[in-house]
């Protein structure tokens, strides 16, 4: 079989080796408390003010002191994911970001913002894997950030963030997410992990996939890494991914 991409994407994202960063953050782990919420489909569509009621709602006292004591008197700034999705402009992380600057007495940067619209919400593993929240924009990279978003699940959107500010200049502290389950806490790829998914597929997989993400699976979150080490026939994975990629394409014109 060859290696050869089967397709080509117009934008890779960028990602960097992890380097021992601690686990997300996690201020509700029912995501139903958060999806549930009167204010939450107004505030994924944009609605500032429906955001900050959500927010205010479902931010955990005891996340906000762990951040608060893990640092200590450091100064981070906080960098929440700015998206257009399907629904609309996503507010939430942005009200996210405030509610925790006053609680914490960090700064806010916004200059970098998501320039695709990965619509992945409610999408299945393959579709995640396939289309890759992209980021533009520069920050202020003089102290360390946070990365903040409402949910996380396989991790990209807080992998890519982290990867585009990191090839600015950038350092990333830690993640925190509004929602999401106990196994997204951890995001950074583990070598055990990395060791049983290149056991299993060899250098085929990786391979096609450098081609066609432009990252090897060194740049993987553990979740994305899970998940590929339980699907063990590569050529499914890649026909999957395949059929993922030209689904958004076809959508989007």
């Not at 994407?9 to 009167?38: M, N």
């Not at 990279?141 to 990365?147: I, N, R």
Request: aromatic share 6%; proline share 4%.
């Amino acid at each position: 079989m060859s290696n050869a991409a089967p397709l080509t994407i117009p934008f890779k994202a960028l990602r960097a080796r992890w380097l021992g960063e601690p686990e997300v953050d996690i201020h509700q782990i029912d995501e139903r408390v958060v999806r549930g919420h009167p204010d939450y489909a107004d505030a994924k569509a944009g609605d500032g003010e429906a955001a900050i009621r959500l927010v205010d709602d479902t931010l955990n006292p005891a996340i906000i002191e762990t951040l608060r004591q893990r640092w200590g008197h450091a100064q981070l700034t906080l960098l929440p994911v700015v998206a257009e999705e399907s629904e609309g402009a996503n507010a939430i992380p942005l009200a996210m970001a405030q509610r925790l600057s006053l609680a914490l007495g960090w700064e806010v940067e916004t200059g970098i913002i998501q320039s695709n619209v990965a619509a992945r919400t409610r999408k299945d593993g393959y579709y995640r894997l396939a289309i890759q929240p992209i980021f533009d924009g520069t920050a202020d990279v003089h102290q360390p950030f946070l990365l903040v978003d409402d949910f996380v699940g396989q991790g990209a959107t807080l992998a890519n963030l982290r990867g585009h500010l990191m090839q600015i200049g950038g350092r990333v502290a830690g993640f925190t997410s509004l929602a999401g389950k106990v196994v997204s806490r951890r995001i950074a790829l583990r070598q055990e992990t990395l060791a049983v998914l290149r056991n299993i597929h060899g250098e085929g997989l990786e391979n096609w996939w450098r081609q066609v993400f432009g990252f090897d699976f060194e740049r993987l979150t553990e979740s994305e890494a899970r998940y590929l080490s339980i699907r063990t026939d590569a050529e499914r994975v890649r026909k999957e991914i395949a059929a993922r990629i030209r689904e958004q394409q076809d959508r989007v014109g």
